[in-house]
């Protein structure tokens, strides 16, 4: 069974530049998340989907930060303009709706160096 | 707003020795995941426990959680190298949306 995929693995971009991360789930998986990972913390939450729509954003900066899951399948997660705290690896999982155990397979993510 | 502190946020272990790691949450979570990630790896599932006195090993790691303490622990028995790694904890409440909130981690260093 193929994982969930993100591209690209890294990213290195100017401030006030814009970035765009793609994922793709587990086929099958209705639900996809969005994780920022800053350097020596645990992921936090930006975006949940369950299949088109969103769950949660609360933690989402939404003035500059913007995702969409498009057909209920692949994911993007844009930023613009990005700011020099940006600077992280955002991480894609997904999950089964309805799973018991509800585990949340992740992705290799993508390292962002805003400079 | 759910929580998650672990401690210690660095463990440098010697080979053939066991040790702990802590994982404490605020409110009453529904479940409690521990997870693995190597460097520059992604994050690999280790263990789920679902209710209060839940025990699960898998070879040298043993998760266990006390719902009434809002403690879960991880154990390591005979650390070997191999071992090396950063481990997360983290909660769910299901009536969040099934939210993962993290613990900021232990970095594991396994020492010959």
């Known amino acids: 069974e193929a994982g969930v995929a993100q591209s690209p693995r890294y990213k290195i971009i100017e401030k006030r530049q814009s970035v765009a991360f793609w994922c793709n789930p587990i086929?099958?998986?209705?639900?996809l998340y969005w994780y920022q990972q800053i350097l020596g913390q645990g992921p936090k939450l930006l975006i949940q989907?369950?299949?088109?729509?969103?769950?949660?954003d609360s933690q989402l900066p939404k003035d500059r930060f913007s995702a969409e899951r498009l057909k209920g399948v692949d994911s993007t997660l844009k930023i613009q303009p990005a700011k020099l705290e940006d600077s992280a690896v955002y991480l894609c999982?997904?999950?089964?709706?309805?799973?018991?155990?509800?585990?949340?397979?992740f992705g290799a993510g993508t390292r962002l160096s805003v400079l | 707003e759910l929580k998650v502190e672990q401690n210690p946020l660095f463990l440098s272990m010697q080979e053939g020795k066991n040790y702990t790691i802590y994982c404490n949450y605020s409110?009453?979570?529904?479940?409690l995941y521990w997870y693995r990630q190597d460097p520059g790896k992604s994050l690999e599932s280790l263990f789920v426990?679902?209710?209060?006195?839940a025990v699960k090993q898998e070879g040298r790691l043993m998760a266990s959680l006390d719902t009434k303490a809002r403690l879960s622990t991880l154990h390591i028995t005979a650390a070997v190298h191999d071992l090396s790694a950063t481990y997360f904890c983290?909660?769910?409440?299901?009536?969040?949306?099934?939210?993962?909130?993290f613990g900021g981690g232990t970095r594991v260093l396994v020492k010959p």
């Open positions: 989907f369950q299949n088109n729509g969103v769950v949660d």
């Open positions: 086929s099958g998986h209705a639900t």
């Open positions: 983290a909660a769910m409440i299901k009536a969040a949306g099934n939210k993962l909130t």
């Open positions: 426990l679902l209710s209060n006195g």
């Open positions: 999982a997904s999950s089964l709706q309805r799973a018991s155990r509800g585990i949340q397979y």
């Open positions: 409110t009453t979570s529904d479940r």
